[in-house]
């Protein structure tokens, strides 16, 4: 079963405005991941961020994680057309070795040049 | 460096026939994982792999077999396809000395009649 949850589905914004997903998961986790999916691809990691974490930047994007919600959200700035892909949050819930992750369902974000 | 590849890239089965899908990273990774995708459902893991010479369940094992040949290698088995393993199957690899993030294949997309 699924462990985490996207939020929204789908979203669907002009370029340069900013996407904001989030990802709600059930049980403790050492780490959460964020990938993206371009159409017929395999998955591309964008960022990790550890339990002990509560916020993590790259480049154009920005990731909080809040353990005591259970919950993250990726925030992707001023967004571009090659943005439009799928996301997917997956969390770790116990790192290292014996890492194997869970995924979620996946959002489709859609930027309009 | 060519990350993580994938064979066959499509691959067509009837009912009850049986193929090997193969998967190999030049990263020298210690885990290397399988997962299905369906419309819908995200990805799912079936196998994996956290060193050579062991292997685990994930969550849909049933009617799948696995070999970590040596570290390089994972292969996957269908040993009798049904139509309920049409699907798109990634192999992924992570190091935990490198923060466990994974990397993916290319995907092979399966369709079984």
């Known amino acids: 079963s699924q462990q985490g949850e996207e939020d929204p589905q789908a979203l669907s914004i002009q370029e340069g405005e900013n996407a904001t997903m989030n990802c709600s998961y059930k049980?403790?986790?050492?780490?959460l991941q964020w990938y993206r999916q371009n159409s017929g691809r395999g998955l591309v990691h964008l960022i990790l961020?550890?339990?002990?974490?509560r916020e993590k930047h790259s480049g154009r994007l920005r990731v909080t994680l809040d353990t005591s919600k259970k919950s993250s959200s990726l925030l992707i700035t001023a967004s571009r057309a090659a943005d439009t892909a799928s996301y997917f949050c997956a969390t770790d819930a116990y790192g290292g070795a014996n890492s194997k992750l869970t995924f979620g369902k996946g959002i489709t974000l859609s930027v309009r040049p | 460096n060519a990350g993580v590849t994938q064979t066959p890239k499509f691959q067509v089965l009837k009912t009850g026939q049986s193929m090997t899908l193969q998967c190999a990273q030049d990263m020298n990774h210690n885990s290397m994982y399988w997962y299905r995708q369906d419309p819908g459902m995200g990805l799912r893991l079936i196998y994996y792999?956290?060193?050579?010479?062991?292997?685990d369940k994930g969550e849909v094992p049933n009617g799948y077999n696995v070999s970590r040949l040596n570290k390089r290698e994972f292969s996957l088995r269908l040993e009798s396809a049904a139509p309920s393993q049409t699907s798109v199957y990634f192999c992924?690899?992570?190091?935990?000395?490198?923060?466990?993030?994974?990397?993916f294949g290319p995907g092979t997309r399966l369709t079984v009649t």
């Open positions: 792999s956290a060193s050579e010479g062991t292997t």
């Open positions: 961020i550890r339990s002990n974490e």
């Open positions: 992924a690899s992570s190091e935990a000395q490198r923060g466990n993030e994974q990397y």
């Open positions: 049980t403790s986790i050492n780490n």
